[in-house]
């Protein structure tokens, strides 16, 4: 088939990027022909919260990516939509996260929807967890735009239903980022990130946002089950949104000298090292769809604490591959304590649960749709 991705891709960072020239690939493996079409501006500056939009690594080699779409530009969207139609693709992907692209995506859909262009979207939230005035308009406009759906959990299902009950939903878990280097010993990963290799961490990763529950995470080490732990947290991630809190935090909690910071996004070719030092990973959040930070420590090995929330419990089974937790400071540090205290042997069922994470899997589902 002749396949058309819409969304994040090379020079823009960030997981969804990644993802799409994941998925990219995984198609042209399967010997379609795919090409991305991406923004040439994604977010206008005053609305990105973090310090850059784009990555310094270079160009991903053999993909076909043309930045041609302009968030904010109506003109633009009829722009590109006949530029792909010109094109005769046989299916259009439109990657969807955030209702801020419901007009953009929207009207590129309805242009090729009309022209006989079969249109599906991989939808990775339709409400978000920042939720915004209009969202909900604009997630309606974009839902009417395609022909079927592809989505990466129950839940995500569950609230694309609220706006749309009959068209196809094809579901698939999140693949495994499996591009980010191999295993490593930990005395490696400790040299690269200067930290002792004989001290026990556990890591919260990823782009630091509310929802996320870093404070919920800071309080745990403070009860009385962990306050006492010789475990360290580390902390990698750009903070999207106010970091002073977060540091307060750590001050009038007493944490100061348990916690390691690297405040920054940290890229593709440094992510392996905070996996491989890290004994458990823990996602702390209020809410949730689905994270691809829960794949890419499956890719490492990795035991994970998460709360019961969205599509995290359906993951990250509790037992097998470690502990589904309520999101409250008390649940999080009764787990994490327990880990140290009792060391579990999780390998087992992270192997078994690994099998199922395959790109092939995904993409199966996608082209079902």
Same mark, same amino acid.
């Given at each position: 088939?002749?396949?058309?991705?819409?969304?994040?891709?090379?020079?823009?960072?960030?997981? =969804? #990027?990644? &993802?799409?020239?994941?998925?990219?690939?995984?198609?042209?493996?399967?010997?379609?022909?795919?090409? =991305?079409?991406?923004?040439?501006?994604?977010?206008?500056?005053?609305?990105?919260?973090?310090?850059?939009?784009?990555?310094?690594?270079?160009?991903?080699?053999?993909?076909?990516?043309?930045?041609?779409?302009?968030?904010?530009?109506?003109?633009?969207?009829?722009?590109?939509?006949?530029? =792909?139609?010109?094109?005769?693709?046989?299916?259009?992907?439109?990657?969807?996260?955030?209702?801020?692209?419901?007009?953009? *995506?929207?009207?590129?859909?309805?242009? *090729?929807?009309?022209?006989?262009?079969?249109?599906?979207? *991989?939808?990775?939230?339709?409400?978000?967890?920042?939720? $915004?005035?209009?969202?909900?308009?604009?997630?309606?406009?974009?839902?009417?735009?395609?022909?079927?759906?592809?989505?990466?959990?129950?839940?995500?299902?569950?609230?694309?239903?609220?706006?749309?009950?009959? $068209?196809?939903?094809?579901?698939?878990?999140?693949?495994?980022?499996?591009?980010?280097?191999?295993?490593?010993?930990?005395?490696?990963?400790?040299? #690269?990130?200067?930290?002792?290799?004989?001290?026990?961490?556990?890591? &919260?990763?990823?782009?630091?946002?509310?929802?996320?529950?870093?404070?919920?995470?800071?309080?745990?080490?403070?009860?009385?089950?962990?306050?006492?732990?010789? #475990?360290?947290?580390?902390?990698?991630?750009? &903070?999207?949104?106010?970091?002073? $809190?977060?540091?307060?935090?750590?001050?009038?909690?007493?944490?100061?000298?348990?916690?390691?910071?690297?405040?920054?996004?940290?890229?593709?070719?440094?992510?392996?090292?905070?996996?491989?030092?890290?004994?458990?990973?823990?996602?702390?959040?209020?809410?949730?769809?689905?994270?691809?930070?829960?794949?890419?420590?499956?890719?490492?090995?990795?035991?994970?604490?998460?709360?019961?929330?969205?599509?995290?419990?359906?993951?990250?089974?509790?037992?097998?591959?470690?502990?589904?937790?309520?999101?409250?400071?008390?649940?999080?540090?009764?787990?994490?304590?327990?880990?140290?205290?009792?060391?579990?042997?999780?390998?087992?069922?992270? #192997?078994?649960?690994?099998?199922?994470?395959?790109?092939?899997? *995904?993409?199966?589902?996608?082209?079902?749709?």
């Amino acid at each position: 088939m002749k396949i058309v991705i819409v969304g994040p891709a090379y020079p823009y960072r960030g997981g =969804i #990027a990644t &993802f799409n020239e994941r998925l990219a690939r995984q198609l042209i493996d399967e010997g379609h022909t795919v090409k =991305i079409y991406t923004f040439t501006l994604q977010y206008p500056s005053f609305l990105f919260p973090g310090k850059t939009q784009f990555t310094t690594d270079p160009a991903p080699e053999g993909l076909d990516i043309v930045r041609a779409l302009s968030s904010v530009n109506p003109f633009n969207w009829l722009k590109v939509a006949r530029r =792909i139609y010109k094109e005769k693709p046989d299916m259009v992907m439109l990657r969807f996260w955030m209702p801020y692209f419901g007009p953009s *995506l929207g009207t590129i859909g309805r242009y *090729l929807r009309r022209r006989g262009i079969k249109v599906v979207s *991989l939808v990775d939230n339709i409400i978000p967890h920042d939720h $915004k005035p209009g969202d909900k308009v604009f997630a309606k406009f974009f839902v009417k735009s395609v022909d079927g759906f592809l989505a990466m959990s129950d839940s995500v299902i569950s609230e694309l239903r609220q706006f749309d009950s009959s $068209k196809p939903v094809a579901y698939a878990p999140h693949p495994l980022y499996d591009h980010y280097g191999p295993i490593e010993p930990k005395a490696t990963a400790a040299a #690269a990130l200067n930290l002792d290799p004989d001290t026990d961490y556990y890591l &919260f990763f990823g782009l630091i946002r509310d929802y996320k529950g870093l404070d919920l995470l800071l309080q745990a080490m403070a009860c009385e089950d962990l306050q006492h732990s010789n #475990a360290q947290l580390i902390v990698a991630g750009e &903070f999207y949104g106010d970091s002073a $809190k977060y540091y307060e935090m750590e001050s009038y909690l007493g944490l100061r000298g348990r916690i390691h910071w690297f405040p920054e996004f940290i890229p593709d070719d440094k992510v392996r090292h905070f996996f491989n030092i890290a004994d458990l990973v823990v996602q702390p959040y209020k809410t949730a769809t689905q994270s691809g930070i829960t794949q890419v420590a499956y890719h490492f090995c990795k035991p994970m604490v998460v709360t019961n929330v969205g599509g995290l419990p359906e993951i990250v089974p509790d037992g097998r591959c470690g502990y589904v937790v309520d999101p409250t400071p008390q649940s999080i540090a009764i787990a994490i304590a327990d880990f140290y205290a009792n060391r579990p042997d999780f390998s087992e069922g992270i #192997a078994a649960q690994k099998l199922q994470f395959s790109w092939s899997r *995904l993409t199966a589902a996608l082209l079902s749709l």
